[in-house]
């Protein structure tokens, strides 16, 4: 009989862990042994349950997705790591590369290409789709225009980086969702950043979300 793969799901949205595991109930030879909402819950359970692999989304809570597939990488260097992001950015394809990852697949995928994914995956311990190669590194902000941001602008930078919705930063940080608007709207202006994958992408390849995001 066939080995049953064991699979962790990573990702900070119920529904999609639900439709997630709804979809891969259905594939022959897999099972899910275990569920994370964030990247520490996905390092942790990679160290606990020994998944064969873990679909891993980037946006996360408490550690991104980046970081937690760094993580396992250096601490369990046999659990196979598939990227699985709504963020269509070759920055991030880069430094989930660079952080380990084995592969690299949007969302939008459907349940085939999900299926073809992973079994590439594990057969060859890699799988990018020919339109999602990493693109050269572009420019990024300099050290100084980070400084030109004020304590709040730096709090909803890292909290939208890390996949927060505006209604959710009011929320936590007690401001209307237009005061939310208006300083993501002026940090952007100051970093010179057009989208939230460039945001996501510019927090990432600095540090910016692995690090004490407060003066």
Sequence with gaps: MEHALRLIVADDH???????????????????????ANGREALQLALSCRPDIVLMDIG?????????????????????????????DRHLVRL??????????????????????ISQVMATGSYMPPDMVPEVEEHLPAPEDFETLTRREREIFAMVAAGRKNREI??????SVKTVEKHRANLMKKLDLHSVAELVSCALRTGFLIRDAAD
């Design 170 to 175: 009011s929320e936590d940080l007690h401001i």
């Design 14 to 36: 119920a529904i999609v862990r639900e439709g997630l595991c709804r979809v891969l109930s259905t594939l022959p030879a897999l099972d899910i042994c275990a569920e994370a």
């Design 96 to 117: 989930a590369l660079q952080a380990g990852a084995d592969g690299y697949l949007l969302k939008n995928a459907d349940k085939a290409m999900l299926a073809a994914a």
């Design 60 to 88: 996360m809570p408490d550690m991104n997705g980046i970081e937690a597939t760094r993580e396992i990488k250096a601490r369990a260097p046999q659990v196979r790591i598939l990227i699985l992001t709504a963020h269509d």
